[in-house]
Each structure stands twice: as structure tokens, then as C-alpha cells.
């Protein structure tokens, strides 16, 4: 079955960047058919999608727009894995960060998307 | 972006009980809705993908309705287990998620 394993560092300073590590295990992150995503947890912003990363003959990443200037996802084919690193992080940005694969699923000829799996979470706590 | 809004935002039930909860997009998004289940500690798992297609290992207790902007989960006889905060989440553009519905035992 699919398992998804976070590692990265718990706190960061402020103005640094966070860099966190999703691993895959079952499948592959080259995968035509999976998006692979970030996504952050905190109670001031509830659950917040950051970008996604994915292989369709050739690679793309898309970012939310509140993130947009400070983020970069990159896949590893290597160690089939992909990392998230967050830059000029503050206080704001401590919270719960899931990776997460999103999958697509057919129904009534149209294509739909859900994250099906996800990773076990890391608290990152932005602080000096 | 899509602003997606929960009601109620806790909701106190009973072993047994049929509980509904809704979801409204604030613009149509189609059937592009997924609901997620999350527990205390733990990541969301998906329940509902393309507004009412169960994932695969779920209950059949828990069902989705809706299309447009307005969607609803229904759990037909509530659980110990099913306890837990409900997030509904959009992907007709940028993700965005509901604020969460928790679900306590009354």
C-alpha cells in the first residue's frame, strides 16, 4: 500500500527557509496519474493547500497564491520523494505540514481529484 | 479564490443518530467537492470524492449529496468511532478547504 514518510527539522528561526521531505513508498512520484502536494494545518488558518508537484511527459508545479513568492516543490526521482522548502518563514507560517498525494478517479465520464494518502505530519514551530 | 463555508461548526450527537452537515461554495464548482474525516493527532483520510463516490474502505453509513454550491454529508447511524471534525475541500481551482465541523458525543 501506498505510505508517505515526513522528515524535516521541528523549528526554524525566522527569516529562514523550512525544508521538509516527503518519501514514497508504492508508488512513484513520476506517476502519470498522482499529483504530489503540500498542505499546512493551523488554527488561525484551518487546513491550507501550499502547491503540488507533478509528472505529465514532463514536470509542473503549481502554488497557492498566498505562498506563491516564497515557495519551491521539486520532485527527487532518485529517492522517489519530493521536499517543500518555504523561505523568509515568520511566526505566521508555524502550523502542521502534511504531504499528501492527490489521486484522479473517474466518474460519470468526467475526472475527479482526491488526496488519498497522506503523510504522518511535522509541527514546525517558527521561532528564535 | 473559492471560499467554502461549513455549517454548523460543532454539532452534538448521539450513538445512532442521522447527522447532516453542509457544505456552500461561494461560486459553482460542479461536483469538484471531497469530504475528509480527521481525528485528534492525525491527518484527514477522504470519505467523499466527486460529491458523493465513496472511497474505497469506507463505511456505506456515509454518503454525499449536492453539485454547484451546495453539498451536504450525511452519516445514516452515527459511530463511536465517527467522532471527529469534518472538512469539506474544493478542487475546481487554487484547493481550499471548509472551515472543519466537529462532531462531538452529546
Known amino acids: 500500500q501506498v505510505q508517505l514518510q515526513q522528515s524535516g527539522p521541528g523549528l526554524v528561526k525566522p527569516s529562514q527557509t523550512l525544508s521538509l521531505t516527503c518519501a514514497i513508498s508504492g508508488d512513484s512520484v513520476s506517476s502519470n496519474s498522482a499529483a504530489w502536494n503540500w498542505i499546512r494545518q493551523s488554527p488561525s488558518r484551518g487546513l491550507e493547500w501550499l502547491g503540488r508537484t507533478y509528472y505529465r511527459s514532463k514536470w509542473y508545479n503549481d502554488y497557492a497564491v498566498s505562498v506563491k513568492s516564497r515557495i519551491t516543490i521539486n520532485p527527487d526521482t532518485s529517492k522517489n520523494q519530493f521536499s517543500l522548502q518555504l523561505n523568509s518563514v515568520t511566526p505566521e507560517d508555524t502550523a502542521v505540514y502534511y504531504c499528501?498525494?492527490?489521486?484522479?478517479?473517474?466518474?460519470?465520464?468526467?475526472?475527479?481529484?482526491?488526496?488519498?494518502?497522506w503523510g504522518q505530519g511535522t509541527t514546525v514551530t517558527v521561532s528564535s | 479564490d473559492i471560499q467554502m463555508t461549513q455549517s454548523p461548526s460543532s454539532l452534538s450527537a448521539s450513538v445512532g443518530d442521522r447527522v447532516t452537515i453542509t457544505c456552500r461554495a461561494s461560486q459553482s464548482i460542479s461536483s469538484y467537492l471531497n469530504w475528509y474525516q480527521q481525528k485528534p493527532g492525525k491527518a484527514p483520510k477522504l470519505l467523499i470524492y466527486?460529491?458523493?463516490s465513496l472511497q474505497s474502505g469506507v463505511p456505506s453509513r456515509f454518503s454525499g449529496s449536492g453539485s454547484g454550491t451546495d453539498f451536504t454529508l450525511t452519516i445514516s447511524s452515527l459511530q463511536p468511532e465517527d467522532f471527529a471534525t469534518y472538512y469539506c475541500q474544493q478542487s475546481y481551482s487554487e484547493i481550499t478547504f471548509g472551515q472543519g465541523t466537529r462532531l462531538e458525543i452529546k
Open positions: 466527486a460529491a458523493s
Open positions: 499528501a498525494r492527490v489521486t484522479k478517479y473517474s466518474s460519470s465520464q468526467y475526472y475527479y481529484y482526491g488526496m488519498d494518502v
